[in-house]
Every structure is written in C-alpha cells, then in structure tokens.
C-alpha cells in the first residue's frame, strides 16, 4: 500500500503539472505548485498546511473563520479556540471528497473519507496542542518525525482513504483515461505515446 500511496502521489504530481503548462504556454500564467515535497513533512501540521495540496484562503477560509469566531466568543482566545476550527475544516474537506467520490463513482458514501479528515484533524489538534504544552523544550529529531508524520498518512491513508478508490474502481478507470488522452494527444503530435499490443 506504501507503494500505491506513493503511485498516488506521483500521479496527481504528474497531473497537475500537465494541466500546468497549457495555462503558462496559452494565457502566461505560472500555476503555483500543488505540493511542496510531502514526504518531507516532520509533522501533521507541517504536512497539511505547507506541503500536500496548497489550500487557498477561498477553500479554508470559509469553514474555518465562521467557527473560530464563534469559538473564540465561547473558549475566549485560549489555545482552546482554533481547535473546533481546525476540526470544522477538516470534516468540510472530508465531506467534500465523499461528493467527489460520489460524482467519480455514483457509489454511495462510505464516509471513510470523512472519517480520515476527521481523524486527522483530530490529531493536528492534539499535535498542536502537545506542542504547546511542552513549547519547544522537547522535539523529536525530524528523522523520527518525518517517519512517523509520513507513515501516519501512508497507514490512515490505506486503512480509511483509498479503499473507496479501489472498491469502486477509481483508479484503474482514471488509468484507462489517461492513457486514452494521450494516446489521442500522441496521433496529434505524430508519437506513439502508449503502446496498444
């Protein structure tokens, strides 16, 4: 599953660096990069707010602001405060991968999905917490925590992610899709870029 995690990773990579070069070479704009080496990331938060896909205040903002201001009336501006956010954000994205799933698939919702979110908002809270508690007098060393980080991800992942993917056959449909794209791209440009036998 390592592997597949991995495949997964630099497929979306791929793609969205494809999807790229249309936008630069027809209108000039430089897309900022999706992804800022994940599989470095020494911590939850490092891994979900500065490496995996970049979140655009237009995606969080909405269910995080409403909710750290409520929750900054109720806790006051403890630490307290940002945690129902965080978690708010987090369950948003998860119930919007299950809509995308659904639309991909037409399978009803397993909220596994979502359930990953969740888990792993809950545990950006508690790493942000933690951190908190113990601010900066004691850190692992970053070869133990970008271990643990990557390997968080890659076992949620497996467990509660990607099994939606394959039960329903996401993934080996978006393979045929992309080899028939460039096979369509390759008789355009005159390069067999997939081969048929």
Not at 135 to 162: D, E, I, K, Q
Not at 184 to 189: A, D, M, N, T
Request: aromatic share 14%; charged share 15%; with cysteine.
């Amino acid at each position: 599953m390592a592997l597949y995690c991995c495949h997964v990773y630099l497929g979306v990579e791929l793609i969205l660096a494809i999807t790229a070069l249309p936008a630069k070479a027809l209108i000039g704009v430089e897309l900022e990069p999706q992804f800022d080496e994940p599989y470095l990331a020494t911590s939850l938060q490092d891994f979900w707010g500065r490496r995996w896909i970049s979140w655009s205040p237009a995606f969080y903002a909405p269910p995080y602001t409403p909710v750290r201001r409520i929750s900054t009336r109720i806790l006051g501006r403890s630490s307290w405060a940002r945690a129902p956010a965080i978690l708010a954000t987090f369950l948003v994205s998860g119930l919007m991968h299950e809509v995308i799933y659904y639309y991909m698939s037409r399978a009803s919702p397993t909220w596994e999905v979502t359930w990953f979110f969740v888990l792993h908002g809950v545990c950006v809270v508690a790493e942000v917490t933690l951190k908190k508690a113990v601010g900066g007098r004691w850190r692992l060393h970053r070869a133990v925590s970008g271990t643990l980080t990557v390997g968080f991800a890659v076992v949620t992942g497996a467990w509660l992610f990607f099994p939606q993917v394959t039960r329903n056959g996401l993934d080996m449909r978006a393979i045929n899709e992309y080899s028939i794209m460039a096979r369509f791209i390759g008789e355009r440009v005159g390069l067999n870029l997939i081969s048929t036998s």
